[in-house]
């Protein structure tokens, strides 16, 4: 449901770790490569190295992600069975090791449990390579941009030829291809990532690849042949400008969103005839604006996802701040009597819950989608309760940040216990009404939902709605960017709203660690370097970013109709910032 900045907090956003030594004669046999796909959708590749003493280490690469690399942590053998954990995600893969080690049969579980079989990549390569085989490297103009392409062909020895295809300056590694065919010197390969596809042929002096990539046009995109591979590039940024006035950043954001309409080595956020589009808000120093692109309109809502956080975190704050509830008060004493007995030693309280620092997993061990369009539907407050009721609500000793849908959601429905509400009616007391916030809720009512956007997943597909009930303080939200700059605003000068000010002071209050050189309040994430507050957001077909920076007076959001696809809705928010503060800015697309 949602994402960390710079840091996913999805699925694959994977931590290094130390692998502890196993023994056993079997485990030596796992070594080697393995490809998998999640869901579907998330192509995986498991490395395995085995140690002589037989202990295992491993990594993971995500491959539709760019992330590579990843280390996994505590393998354990036992019998014909393998697990491994993935401790950033409080993920853990169990399965069987298959036919000696050809696979790996088992499932993948963080939250709901999917299957995820991994197969051993048994490439042998030729005798004698072909003309073609090594890597090559070229680039294409698009959208003002120069953008690289490598390529890595190798043949196997029944002569057909394999290809991987990295995107350098987009940090995209190790794409897939497709329909591989070299044949009287000519080749094309598909590359159904990005649905794209190049044609060509090779000199005569076997140096040189000329072609034509097509990807909802042609571009031409010759390859010169290489002896090493080239590193991906960090990413350069967009050359700073004098500091844009929100009055004058519609025409800026037109240009810099050129590249997210343009399909080249990605697939453009924005590309026509995708039916996505993105509101931007902007404020500073009391002037605000709000400008749409593609299919939305100014007023259109959108699911926020995690941003939900931060209001439920103001909520807190409301009722700490009236004595409704203590910061350091157990949530235990919140829940239905008898949900959990009192630990002999330190409990998880409601402040541990907002600055993420409770111990909790990021998602409950009985969560179960009968839906996956609509996942968080049927997981009702009775089952939050089982839930916390067989884990406890023991705090562990010096808990380190780990975000957490239950957590935050847990605090939700803890608060709406405590006020005998439910988690909307509870929203609508303490900040919509106070806020004057019209289109921020959690149901619609009926000239909203027809300004409702249509969601839209990773592939573009139209998706539903997410309905969140037992978890809904987590990510139960839609919004527009008028009301969401309303909200920004309040944060910016509290003092405009005496009921909420010493509250919304609160929850700016810097409380933990959130990662390495951030920190966190009431769910506002801050980076100590940069200085602003941020939190951001994402359901099965919309991502969203919010931010405002105290110190220059200025606060932004972004909202589009698209789930997580390559950050784009926070590489969006920062390039928004860093223009009002006249920056070099962070590529909207890559």
């Given at each position: 449901m949602?994402?960390?900045?710079r840091v996913?907090t999805g699925?694959?956003a994977l931590c290094?770790?130390?692998i502890p030594?196993l023994?056993g004669q079997s485990?030596?046999?796992?070594a080697?490569d393995?490809?998998?796909?999640l869901?579907?959708?998330?192509?995986?590749?498991?490395?395995?190295a085995?140690?002589?003493?037989?202990?295992l280490t491993g990594?993971?690469?995500?491959?539709?992600?760019?992330?590579?690399?990843?280390?996994?942590?505590d393998?354990?053998?036992?019998g014909g069975?393998l697990?491994f954990?993935?401790?950033?995600?409080?993920?853990?893969?169990?399965?069987?090791?298959v036919?000696?080690?050809?696979?790996l049969e088992?499932?993948?579980?963080?939250?709901?449990e999917?299957?995820l079989?991994?197969?051993?990549d048994t490439?042998?390569?030729a005798?004698?390579?072909?003309p073609?085989?090594?890597?090559?490297?070229g680039s294409?103009?698009?959208?003002?941009r120069?953008?690289?392409?490598?390529?890595?062909?190798?043949s196997?020895?029944?002569g057909?030829?394999?290809?991987a295809f990295?995107?350098l300056?987009?940090?995209?590694?190790d794409?897939e291809?497709?329909?591989?065919k070299?044949?009287?010197?000519?080749?094309?390969?598909?590359v159904?990532?990005?649905?794209?596809?190049?044609s060509g042929?090779?000199s005569?002096?076997?140096d040189?690849?000329?072609?034509e990539?097509?990807?909802?046009?042609?571009?031409?995109?010759?390859?010169?042949?290489?002896n090493t591979?080239?590193k991906?590039?960090?990413g350069?940024?967009?050359?700073?400008?004098?500091p844009?006035k929100p009055?004058?950043m519609?025409?800026v954001?037109e240009?810099?969103?050129?590249a997210?309409?343009?399909?080249?080595?990605?697939?453009?956020p924005?590309?026509?005839?995708?039916?996505?589009?993105?509101?931007v808000?902007?404020?500073?120093n009391?002037?605000?604006?709000v400008y749409?692109?593609?299919?939305v309109k100014n007023?259109s809502?959108?699911?926020?996802g995690?941003?939900?956080?931060?209001?439920t975190?103001?909520?807190?704050?409301r009722?700490a701040?009236?004595?409704d509830?203590k910061?350091?008060?157990?949530?235990?004493?919140?829940?239905?009597?008898?949900?959990a007995a009192?630990?002999?030693?330190?409990?998880i309280t409601l402040l541990?819950l907002?600055?993420q620092?409770s111990?909790l997993?990021?998602?409950?061990g009985?969560?179960?989608q009968t839906?996956?369009r609509?996942?968080?539907?049927?997981y009702?407050?009775g089952d939050l309760?089982?839930y916390i009721?067989?884990?406890g609500?023991?705090?562990?000793?010096n808990?380190p940040?780990?975000?957490?849908?239950l957590?935050?959601?847990?605090?939700?429905q803890a608060?709406a216990n405590r006020?005998?509400l439910?988690?909307?009616?509870?929203?609508k007391k303490?900040?919509?009404d106070?806020l004057?916030l019209?289109?921020?809720?959690?149901?619609?009512?009926?000239?909203?939902k027809?300004r409702?956007?249509?969601?839209?997943?990773?592939q573009?597909r139209?998706?539903?709605?997410?309905?969140l009930?037992?978890l809904?303080?987590?990510g139960?939200l839609?919004s527009t960017?008028?009301?969401?700059l309303?909200y920004l605003?309040a944060?910016?000068?509290p003092d405009?709203f005496p009921a909420l000010?010493?509250?919304?002071?609160?929850?700016?209050?810097l409380?933990?660690?959130?990662?390495?050189?951030m920190r966190?309040?009431?769910g506002?994430?801050y980076?100590?370097?940069?200085?602003?507050?941020?939190h951001?957001?994402?359901?099965g077909?919309?991502?969203?970013?919010?931010?405002?920076d105290?110190k220059?007076d200025c606060?932004g959001v972004v909202?589009t109709?698209?789930?997580v696809d390559?950050?784009?809705a926070?590489r969006l928010g920062?390039?928004?910032?860093q223009?009002?503060?006249?920056?070099?800015a962070?590529p909207?697309?890559r």
């Amino acid at each position: 449901m949602t994402r960390n900045h710079r840091v996913s907090t999805g699925l694959l956003a994977l931590c290094a770790a130390i692998i502890p030594g196993l023994h056993g004669q079997s485990t030596p046999s796992l070594a080697g490569d393995y490809a998998g796909v999640l869901a579907g959708a998330l192509h995986l590749k498991l490395h395995i190295a085995a140690a002589p003493d037989g202990s295992l280490t491993g990594t993971l690469d995500s491959v539709d992600q760019g992330a590579t690399g990843i280390p996994c942590a505590d393998f354990k053998v036992e019998g014909g069975a393998l697990t491994f954990r993935v401790p950033a995600v409080n993920g853990v893969w169990k399965g069987a090791i298959v036919d000696g080690g050809k696979s790996l049969e088992g499932k993948w579980s963080q939250g709901p449990e999917m299957t995820l079989n991994f197969t051993r990549d048994t490439f042998i390569a030729a005798e004698k390579p072909s003309p073609i085989d090594g890597v090559w490297l070229g680039s294409v103009q698009a959208a003002g941009r120069t953008l690289r392409a490598q390529l890595k062909l190798k043949s196997d020895r029944a002569g057909n030829e394999r290809c991987a295809f990295d995107s350098l300056d987009q940090g995209a590694l190790d794409w897939e291809c497709a329909n591989v065919k070299f044949e009287g010197g000519n080749l094309s390969f598909d590359v159904p990532k990005v649905r794209g596809r190049w044609s060509g042929k090779l000199s005569a002096e076997g140096d040189t690849l000329k072609g034509e990539w097509r990807q909802e046009g042609p571009y031409q995109l010759d390859f010169t042949r290489r002896n090493t591979e080239t590193k991906p590039s960090p990413g350069g940024l967009d050359a700073a400008l004098a500091p844009v006035k929100p009055e004058d950043m519609g025409p800026v954001l037109e240009r810099d969103l050129a590249a997210a309409r343009t399909p080249v080595f990605s697939i453009g956020p924005l590309a026509e005839g995708a039916g996505v589009g993105v509101v931007v808000g902007v404020v500073r120093n009391g002037v605000r604006r709000v400008y749409a692109f593609g299919p939305v309109k100014n007023d259109s809502l959108f699911e926020i996802g995690s941003v939900t956080k931060t209001f439920t975190g103001l909520i807190l704050a409301r009722m700490a701040a009236r004595g409704d509830v203590k910061l350091d008060e157990p949530v235990r004493e919140l829940l239905p009597p008898g949900t959990a007995a009192k630990p002999e030693g330190a409990e998880i309280t409601l402040l541990d819950l907002t600055i993420q620092h409770s111990g909790l997993p990021r998602m409950p061990g009985n969560f179960r989608q009968t839906d996956p369009r609509n996942p968080y539907a049927d997981y009702k407050p009775g089952d939050l309760y089982k839930y916390i009721s067989s884990h406890g609500v023991a705090k562990p000793a010096n808990p380190p940040f780990l975000y957490s849908n239950l957590g935050v959601g847990l605090l939700g429905q803890a608060l709406a216990n405590r006020a005998g509400l439910t988690y909307p009616a509870l929203f609508k007391k303490e900040i919509a009404d106070p806020l004057g916030l019209k289109d921020t809720t959690v149901a619609l009512t009926s000239e909203q939902k027809a300004r409702f956007a249509q969601g839209h997943d990773g592939q573009r597909r139209p998706t539903s709605a997410w309905d969140l009930d037992a978890l809904a303080g987590a990510g139960a939200l839609r919004s527009t960017a008028g009301d969401m700059l309303t909200y920004l605003e309040a944060q910016l000068h509290p003092d405009k709203f005496p009921a909420l000010a010493a509250s919304m002071e609160q929850t700016h209050v810097l409380r933990s660690d959130a990662g390495p050189g951030m920190r966190i309040g009431f769910g506002w994430i801050y980076p100590e370097k940069d200085a602003y507050y941020w939190h951001n957001g994402g359901t099965g077909g919309f991502s969203s970013y919010a931010f405002f920076d105290t110190k220059n007076d200025c606060a932004g959001v972004v909202l589009t109709n698209i789930t997580v696809d390559g950050n784009f809705a926070d590489r969006l928010g920062l390039h928004v910032r860093q223009r009002l503060l006249g920056e070099a800015a962070v590529p909207v697309a890559r």
